[in-house]
């Protein structure tokens, strides 16, 4: 495990202040995360953790890694950052993540610490803590409403594109079929 994939269990650790109440939100035993944080500790060459029989606190370099890696403030701060990336299953390119560069050096290099061809997954995962996804809002809408993901870098994004609804062309429009677009149209983009 390195330790881009430890991240999400350092994070978790550092809210919850327990390795047991953080496992049991990633689905992990204490004794794993304990260890993943090791290893990470290890790697690092520093302790993250002050650790007592019945909660952990962060240490100053604990504190330090967290500012690090914890929420992104600007586009770059994703190279630090467990990223879960869409591939097109037609072409098998990486899904571009529509972020307004702060730099004029041009894209970001964005990890692909995971990707996967379909979305659900995607989402999954991010609702899991275990990394920051960058979907289509009509995708991540409900998501969002309901609080099971959290917007980050909104003020870094710009949204672009055009999403097409296409039929056979007939000189009479089905009742069915303008019903499904008049629903796509109120629903899909709903206005902000």
């Known amino acids: 495990m390195d330790s881009l994939s430890a991240l999400p269990i350092f994070i978790q650790a550092a809210e919850t202040r327990s390795f047991t109440a953080a496992g049991q939100q990633l689905g992990l035993s204490a004794s794993a995360v304990g260890k993943a944080i090791a290893r990470l500790e290890g790697r690092l060459g520093a302790r993250l953790f002050h650790r007592s029989t019945r909660t952990i606190t962060l240490t100053q370099e604990g504190h330090l890694f967290l500012a690090r890696h914890g929420t992104p403030i600007k586009p770059a701060d994703l190279v630090h950052h467990v990223c879960l990336r869409h591939r097109y299953p037609t072409t098998g390119k990486l899904e571009a993540w529509p972020l307004r560069q702060d730099r004029p050096a041009g894209a970001i290099e964005l990890p692909a610490t995971v990707v996967a061809s379909a979305l659900e997954p ?13 979907l289509p809002d009509f ?38 079929l303008r019903v499904f677009i008049d629903f796509m149209t109120e629903n899909l983009f709903p206005s902000k």
């Open 122 to 134: 995607l989402i999954g995962m991010a609702e899991a803590g275990l990394g920051i996804v960058s």
């Open 139 to 176: 995708v991540l809408h409900e998501h969002l409403r309901t609080g099971h993901l959290l917007p980050v870098l909104s003020n870094h994004t710009e949204h672009s594109g055009v999403f097409r609804l296409l039929w056979p062309s007939s000189p009479y429009l089905p009742p069915k």
